[in-house]
């Protein structure tokens, strides 16, 4: 389940030290992703396994310098059961915040994450719009119940959205406007040109197209805290 550990972030938390876990797998294919060694088989198979002992062991050293731990991939929530039993084991052997990245697609998961309280923070991204998630090999529809879910515990969720501007137009912006105004906590990622999924994604975003979606939104979701990453 585990391919990837980091034993010190400052930035993968919102106000926390901590640690981050990266599974593997995924079940999208954003051209935009740069953890393609986490997503495409051919890549992920080459890589070693931690096993889940060690990381756990692992966080019981930091107990005393890391201050949360972070649960990312690929996408976390396709380990489905075994995922939450790595959770409950995290929380009683560490007693430390659990932070989950999720793309959104395994609503069910999400539910029993939120009812058992298992996971304290989610970060949840927002890749397009909903008509065009099947140009990701997404289904929206699973997104958006995901979005029911997590609105209720708003104070406990970040979206995240990677500024990639095929992805990001006027149009796909207004769409997307409804959902955010659910959340109070906005994140603008930056589009990093490194070890993409398609390959031929060259070249600077102009700055400009980052300050201008941070307007568009800032004018529509004014009681919406946006956090700028770029």
């Given amino acids: 389940m585990i391919k990837g550990f980091i034993g010190t972030s400052l930035v993968d938390y919102p106000g926390k030290i901590s640690s981050v876990i990266f599974t593997y797998g995924c079940n999208y294919r954003c051209p935009f992703c740069y953890n393609v060694d986490l997503v495409l088989p051919e890549r992920y198979k080459k890589l070693k396994n931690l096993s889940e002992d060690w990381v756990i062991e692992e966080l019981k ?79 929206f529809a699973l997104v958006e119940q995901t979005f029911r879910v997590l609105k209720n515990i708003a104070d406990k969720v970040e979206i995240r959205i990677t500024l990639y501007p095929p992805l990001l137009t006027e149009k796909d912006l207004e769409k997307m406007v409804p959902y955010l105004a659910w959340f109070k906590r906005i994140a603008l990622q930056k589009f990093v040109q490194e070890n993409t999924l398609k390959k031929d994604l060259v070249g600077e975003v102009n700055p400009e197209f980052y300050h201008r979606v941070d307007a568009y939104l800032k004018e529509r979701l004014p009681e919406v805290s946006i956090v700028r990453r770029y």
Avoid at 65 to 73: A, D, S
Avoid at 87 to 92: A, D, L, N, T, Y
Avoid at 103 to 127: C, H, Q, R
Wanted: hydrophobic share 35%; net charge negative; glycine share 12%.
């Fill in 61 to 139: 050293r930091r107990k005393g310098f890391i201050k949360g731990v972070v649960i990312t991939g690929g996408e976390p929530t396709l380990w489905g059961k075994r995922l939450v039993s790595f959770i409950e084991e995290v929380r009683s052997q560490t007693g430390l915040p659990v932070k989950l990245d999720t793309n959104g697609s395994s609503p069910e998961l999400v539910e029993e994450l939120v009812i058992s309280g298992l996971v304290d923070f989610f970060a949840i991204d927002f890749k397009t719009s909903p008509d065009r998630y099947a140009e990701l090999g997404g289904d």
